[in-house]
């Protein structure tokens, strides 16, 4: 770094058509790359993540109308270069604001491969089916559920259609991109605190990256503030607090009917809040803004201006025993590079670095607990940290079994993405 903090406009792609020009600027791919997203979680979503000193849905139940969880902020730092570290073993840290309350700064951890074992990442195919919903309103329209009999997938019988690419799964950083690659929460013992805050200059420095710097303006956002209620239909009426800097919501429900005494689960029920047959993928991660307006538009997500969303009556029907639910607030962005892009479109960018944060904000929610239902404080109360603390990087099985994993990992709040570990 030479003294300077440079931002670009957030979702810069590396051509950009300039205005007025019809000259397309060439870019080179940057010699690193550093991803930031913030998140807040509330209800469930704060209580079960890992180190929140929750139970899950077990404490949850048992907690029943005692009131829901404290927020929490939760955040994670990647860092990617195509070079090597200079002098022996990889080393970054990020040096943060005083309101973040990380101390000096944060250790970004390198991942140490491990050989895969035997069967370790084998695919169990799940029994039963999945019945698939989408769309709020008091009634499922006429097509739904979209039935999924895991006993035919075997011969390849899925439904036409049923997963689309209309919602893109970004490109974070990861170590499958990266020559070296750093990462953070680790093993330093620290986490995001309900009262952490990030505007102010931040500093990335390590023996493989140019050093970074930049000033965020953004803080993490607000807490969702979620209920659900019965409707005399048998539809689930939910409602939320609107969030000021939300770009659009969705909500998801994840259910089931129990098979009969000592048999596995016959049906797994998933319901999106998505008008169109939208399920998983990128809706369960960071999106950016423009995204987000792109599917308000096509009305995958619903607006920031909107508060409210029934179940339709046939998804609890269909899964009596439980449903878990989601909601997430997409939020801003913002971006940063040095060198600047040149103001000639007929020089080619060479940048040395780019960054970027994003925000959302989650709550998760038992349906049909009127009195505990995700409700919280803001996220500025005091509270146990939560975070996640992440594995060591190993291959993943990719398909069907990638995808619905996915799905629930992304209906408990958890980071996804087109990683590769």
């Known amino acids: 770094m030479r003294g300077r903090t440079i931002g670009i406009a957030a979702g810069a792609g590396v051509l950009v058509a300039l205005a007025g020009t019809g000259v397309a600027q060439q870019s080179a791919a940057p010699i690193a790359r550093y991803d930031m997203r913030a998140e807040t979680m509330s209800g469930l979503g704060g209580m079960g993540a890992p180190g929140s000193g929750g139970g899950g849905l077990a404490a949850a139940m048992a907690l029943g ?126 986490s995001a605190r309900p009262d952490s805050s990030l505007p102010g200059q931040h500093r990335i420095a390590s023996n493989y990256a140019p050093e970074m710097a930049f000033s965020l303006s953004k803080d993490f956002m607000g807490a969702l503030d979620a209920t659900n209620a019965p409707q005399p239909s048998g539809a689930t009426l939910l409602r939320w607090g609107s969030l000021a800097d939300a770009t659009g919501y969705y909500a998801m429900i994840i259910g089931g009917k129990q098979a009969p005494k000592g048999q596995e689960m016959t049906d797994i029920v998933w319901w999106s809040s998505s008008a169109a047959r939208q399920f998983g993928g990128g809706l369960s991660d960071w ?65 040395e670095w780019t960054a970027r944060i994003r925000h959302r904000s989650t709550t998760g929610f038992l349906v049909g607990f009127e009195g505990f239902a995700g409700r919280s404080d803001n996220g500025r109360t005091q509270g146990t940290p939560a975070q996640e603390q992440r594995p060591q990087c190993k291959p993943k099985k990719k398909g069907l079994g990638g995808l619905l994993g996915g799905a629930v990992g992304g209906a408990l709040g958890l980071p996804t993405g087109a990683d590769d570990c």
């Open 65 to 190: 109308m005692g009131g829901a969880p404290k927020a929490q902020h939760m955040l994670w730092l990647d860092l990617g270069s195509t070079r090597g570290p200079t002098d022996g073993k990889p080393k970054a840290e990020h040096f943060m604001p005083p309101g973040a309350k990380l101390g000096k700064s944060v250790l970004l951890k390198t991942p140490v491969s491990e050989p895969r074992l035997p069967g370790e990442a084998e695919f169990q195919r799940p029994k039963g089916r999945m019945l698939i919903f989408w769309g709020c309103g008091e009634h499922a329209p006429k097509g739904q559920p979209v039935v999924i009999d895991f006993s035919k997938l075997a011969q390849g019988q899925v439904p036409p259609g049923l997963w689309t690419t209309t919602v893109p799964l970004d490109r974070w950083v990861s170590p499958g991109s990266s020559k070296t690659y750093g990462y953070w929460p680790g093993d330093d013992g620290k």
């Open 287 to 351: 999106l950016s803004p423009a995204t987000v307006a792109r599917l308000v538009a096509d009305r995958t997500v619903m607006s920031p201006q909107t508060t409210t969303c029934t179940v339709p009556a046939e998804v609890k029907a269909a899964a009596p025993d439980f449903m878990f639910g989601t909601l997430h607030a997409y939020g801003p962005e913002e971006s940063f590079a040095y060198p600047p892009r040149p103001a000639d479109p007929k020089v080619r960018w060479m940048p």
